[in-house]
């Protein structure tokens, strides 16, 4: 089937620490974003690319990295400058050929800062 | 500024009752899009509706419809006959076009328990 498929699920990390959420997707489509989501709050943009080896911060950048070597992979990287990292991330890809806005989304990985 | 509020938290409904989630947006651009999404347990949102500005007519969908009205800047989605697979988090969500980036606004997020 095709689809995103986000690991781990679950991660917990002690301060301190960087870690690294994966991001895989066998639709061939050219974009991908991360999106952050804490409980009580909309989605927000971390970074998005639109092609392989180009990306752009999204809102809310600071404290994370990402690198888009291939077009099917899009890793975040949570650093240690991140100052409140435990949440929600969510990877999305659009739907290509649509004017704006239909996404497809992984299943999440949910970081805990232990 | 874009904004997307979504001013109900949580809704709790008996099965096979009707329920409204509120969606109130602003934004100074003459052309957006408007979108809804769900957020069940597994995390992942699905893709529920796209309705762009210059279409007012409502939409239907089995048990969905949407109510697009551009006078009072909302977007509310209705249920009809909830079902307790209805339950989870819905997003209520605006286009902005950005650096050539078609970038989402969301909400909050509405979560609907649907009980048996």
């Known amino acids: 089937d095709g689809g995103i498929t986000q690991s781990p699920k679950y991660l917990f990390r002690k301060e301190g620490q960087n870690v690294t959420l994966s991001c895989e997707q066998n639709l061939n489509h050219d974009a991908m974003y991360w999106y952050r989501q804490d409980p009580g709050q909309g989605l927000r943009l971390i970074y998005y690319s639109q092609i392989v080896n180009d990306f752009q911060k999204g809102d809310i950048a600071e404290g994370y990295s990402v690198s888009r070597e291939k077009k099917e992979s899009f890793p975040l990287t949570v650093t240690s400058a991140q100052k409140n990292p435990t949440a929600f991330y969510l990877c999305?890809?659009?739907?290509?050929?649509?004017?704006?806005?239909?996404?497809?989304f992984g299943e999440g990985s949910r970081l805990t800062v232990l | 500024a874009q904004k997307v509020t979504q001013a109900q938290t949580e809704i709790s409904v008996v099965e096979k009752e009707d329920v409204t989630l509120d969606c109130v947006y602003e934004?100074?651009?003459?052309?957006?899009?408007l979108f809804w999404y769900k957020q069940p347990p597994s995390g992942e949102l699905v893709f529920l509706i796209r309705?762009?500005?210059?279409?007012?007519q409502n939409e239907i969908s089995g048990r969905y419809s949407w109510n697009f009205q551009k006078s009072t800047s909302s977007f509310n989605f209705t249920i009809t006959a909830s079902q307790v697979v209805d339950s989870a988090v819905y997003f209520c969500?605006?286009?902005?076009?950005?650096?050539?980036?078609?970038?989402?606004?969301f909400g909050a997020g509405t979560r609907l328990a649907v009980h048996p």
């Open positions: 309705r762009n500005s210059f279409d007012e």
């Open positions: 969500a605006l286009s902005e076009v950005t650096g050539g980036y078609n970038k989402l606004i």
């Open positions: 934004t100074r651009d003459t052309t957006y899009y």
């Open positions: 999305a890809t659009p739907k290509p050929g649509t004017v704006t806005g239909e996404l497809f």
